[in-house]
């Protein structure tokens, strides 16, 4: 995530973090940035995991369709595209609540409840 073409959802997340208020042009704070979407993916359900996981790392662009053939398979249940962003949107609001929540002004490691 956070390369020179984002995703729609990759925009979302990065727009989120930037109401924080904080200095987007410093590593630390996007490497905290990262910690924390990885942190939240690797706890979610496996459905919402796979797709997060495929979208977070994908250069530009996603092909929901392509993606719910291969989330399909991977689960082994028929998932449709529209199923397919219905679990992108509901994990993409967690992300959100969670950049929103962290603490951003404290150090790495001292953070409150949520932080990265």
Same mark, same amino acid.
């Given at each position: ?7 729609? @959802?990759? +925009? ?9 208020? @904080?200095?987007? %042009? #410093?590593?630390?704070? &996007?490497?905290?940035?990262?910690? *924390?979407? #990885? #942190?939240? &993916? +690797?706890?979610?359900?496996? !459905?919402?995991?796979? @797709? ?9 662009? &996603? #092909?929901? %369709?392509?993606? !719910?053939? %291969?989330?399909?398979? *991977? ?9 397919? +962003?219905?679990? &992108?949107? +509901?994990? !993409? ?8 929540? !962290? ?14």
């Amino acid at each position: 995530m956070l390369g020179t073409e984002m995703n729609r @959802v990759q +925009r979302r997340l990065w727009r989120s973090f930037v109401t924080t208020g @904080v200095d987007t %042009e #410093d590593p630390a704070l &996007v490497r905290r940035l990262r910690r *924390l979407l #990885d #942190d939240h &993916v +690797r706890i979610m359900t496996p !459905a919402l995991r796979h @797709v997060m996981q495929s979208i977070l790392f994908a250069p530009g662009d &996603v #092909d929901y %369709e392509k993606l !719910a053939a %291969e989330i399909s398979a *991977l689960e082994g249940t028929a998932i449709t595209p529209t199923a397919l +962003r219905k679990r &992108v949107s +509901r994990s !993409a609001k967690m992300l959100e609540r969670a950049i929103q929540e !962290a603490r951003w002004d404290l150090p790495r490691g001292r953070s409150g409840p949520g932080g990265p």
